[in-house]
């Protein structure tokens, strides 16, 4: 079975390739194509993937290419990947928002709203391509901002294209471990958009524990969100946010320490990565020991600055050994062989919140079987809960309708709609700003 891996030179891709190489089934991936613009960044990673498979006997073939048609050519599965701009581009996006006073954050608020209006347009052309080349293939996405790419890319593959992301697996582990439940019998009642949801119950053989946890002070404290949000916050919402939600619920306070952080993250990774490809791509060494020791820097910093602010002291050890890789992986599972599998994911709505229209991508827990991923049944979302959620969807319709039309004014509406972005002068400016530095923003006019 063939899987494409666009974006392939990206940092992330040994993380996949190493859950692939656990897999030794019946229909697992055999084969592995690497698809990237950047040459360079191809030749790193192959070398890293080449000696995560010394030890391995049957692990699957890698080639990587330039070439999209020839990468998408016989698929059966496509992972979307991309970072249109580069961490260049990331860095650009936080750097213009965070001197206009708002989040620059590259999946909410201003930077996430850059960041979507040039990526859609190249995620559009790679779900025309995969309806051409490999009509029956599976599109994975993990391009940020992931609700409004797999949004995007639905209206051209339909329920063939689901999104994936690890924040809600790893906030439902983190619950579970804390209440001493395993983390692989408990049903997490997860809700909202990518980046935007939050955890109202956690039942294990049919028990909701997760008031147990609201009601104990010290449980509250001993995990990541529980420091991060405050136990007393947590119990005002009767909930557990997404770990994102930070950026709504303690703005100001965010928005300072990434002001007087003395690098914004892009700029870190962009620097910190710009070493690991030069060291990976030079003769002699290890890549794969460049590779792991730029990874647990990585994510040891992950969210630093939020968890600065609100004095939530390091990540814990279980929460820096990634995740995302291993949601693929169950997700492939499930479909290539029909086992059955629930997984929070990112999926056309249907029915599931009624406040949204059925095209509208969710994130929730999904029943997948060789069909794809069908959303649960869930129950509405609170008040305060809901008009975040149709605030925000009504934002990534706007930019999907700026990327289709071309329209200026139609970005300067997603801008200036958006609850962290305070002010249409304001939203006008950023326009104006972020056309002038990023090429791909050509377009509006």
């Known amino acids: 079975m063939k899987l494409t891996i666009l974006g392939g030179g990206g940092f992330r891709v040994p993380l996949v390739y190493g859950a692939l190489l656990s897999d030794h089934a019946e229909g697992r991936v055999t084969e592995v194509v690497l698809h990237d613009l950047d040459a360079r960044r191809l030749r790193a990673v ?60 590259e999946t909410v608020g201003a930077g996430g709203i850059a960041y979507g209006l040039r990526t859609v347009p190249v995620a559009v052309d790679i779900a025309r391509r995969v309806a051409r080349l490999a009509p029956d293939a599976w599109v994975i996405n993990f391009t940020n901002p992931a609700g409004l790419v797999t949004e995007a890319m639905t209206r051209h593959l339909g329920d063939r294209v689901i999104g994936i992301c690890d924040s809600p ?13 395993d983390p692989e019998r408990a049903f997490v009642d997860y809700v909202g958009l990518n980046h935007l949801g939050w955890v109202r119950g956690l039942r294990v053989a049919g028990r909701d524990e997760l008031p147990r946890l609201l009601g104990d002070p010290a449980l509250l404290g001993s995990f990541e969100e529980g420091r991060l ?21 303690f703005n100001r306070e965010a928005v300072r320490a990434y002001q007087e952080a003395e690098r914004t993250r892009g700029a870190f990774l962009r620097d910190q990565q710009a070493r690991f490809y030069t060291e990976a791509a030079g003769p002699g060494g290890s890549a794969l020991s460049a590779w792991d020791r730029t990874r647990a820097e990585r994510e040891a910093t992950y969210m630093a600055e939020n968890r600065e602010s609100a004095g939530a002291g390091e990540r814990e050890e279980e929460d820096l050994s990634g995740g995302y890789e291993k949601v693929a992986l169950a997700l492939m599972r499930a479909i290539a ?13 249907r029915s599931t919140l009624r406040v949204l229209d059925a095209d509208a991508v969710i994130e929730v827990p999904c029943l997948v079987d060789a069909d794809g991923a069908h959303p649960l049944a869930a129950d509405p979302l ?64």
């Open 382 to 445: 609170p008040g305060h809960a809901t008009g975040l959620v149709c605030a925000v969807k009504e934002v990534e319709r706007q930019v999907l309708a700026a990327a289709e039309s071309g329209s200026r004014a139609t970005a300067v509406k997603a801008f200036a709609l958006h609850p962290l972005v305070d002010s249409v002068t304001i939203a006008r400016r950023l326009v104006e700003e972020y056309t002038a530095a990023h090429l791909g923003l050509a377009y509006l006019a």
């Open 169 to 181: 697996v790893g906030l439902g582990r983190r619950i579970a471990r804390v209440l001493g439940a």
């Open 46 to 105: 192959s070398r890293v993937l080449a000696e995560q498979a010394e030890a391995v006997p049957d692990a699957p073939a890698v080639s990587a290419t330039t070439d999209l048609d020839e990468a998408l050519r016989g698929a059966a599965f496509v992972f979307s990947a991309i970072r249109v701009g580069g961490l260049q581009g990331r860095a650009e996006d936080e750097r213009i928002a965070l001197a206009a006073g708002v989040l620059g954050q």
């Open 337 to 349: 062989r029909d086992e059955r599998a629930t997984l929070i994911l990112n999926v056309r709505n």
């Open 229 to 249: 949000f405050g136990a007393d916050w947590l119990r005002s919402l009767g909930a557990i946010p997404n770990e994102y939600l930070h950026y709504y619920y």
